[in-house]
Nanobody, 114 residues
Framework: QVQLVESGGNLVQPGGSLRLSCAVS????????MYWYRQAPGKERELVAG???????TYADSVKGRFTISRDNTKNTVYLQMNSLKPEDTAVYFC????????WGQGTQVTISS
């Protein structure tokens, strides 16, 4: 059974930091690009960042310079380090595995508010 389990979401003040984790099981991990998406209330789900099997990263313009995606292939886990958080980063964050029609986790809530 394929499982993607996100964790690390929380309520933090603007300017704060969070580190999200996504543990993947039941599916090949090392050879696939992994992604983080987010969905804010009333908005479409949007791509935040991706990391290839060799560690090459891509980011949405809105998070460049603030977020860092990484992976640990020994732990089948992908991370999202989020710094200098803004209220507009408030969303449910999902990790995504692209094999077949794609797999999603349940999401983790990130709320940025003073």
């Amino acid at each position: 059974q394929v499982q993607l389990v996100e964790s690390g979401g929380n309520l933090v003040q603007p300017g704060g930091s969070l580190r999200l984790s996504c543990a993947v099981s039941g599916i090949a991990f090392r050879i696939y690009t992994m992604y983080w998406y987010r969905q804010a209330p009333g908005k479409e789900r949007e791509l935040v960042a991706g990391v290839t099997s060799s560690g090459i990263t891509t980011y949405a313009d809105s998070v460049k310079g603030r977020f860092t995606i990484s992976r640990d292939n020994t732990k089948n886990t992908v991370y999202l380090q989020m710094n200098s958080l803004k209220p507009e980063d408030t969303a449910v964050y999902f990790c995504h595995h692209p094999r077949d029609s794609g797999y999603w986790g349940q999401g983790t809530q990130v709320t940025i508010s003073s």
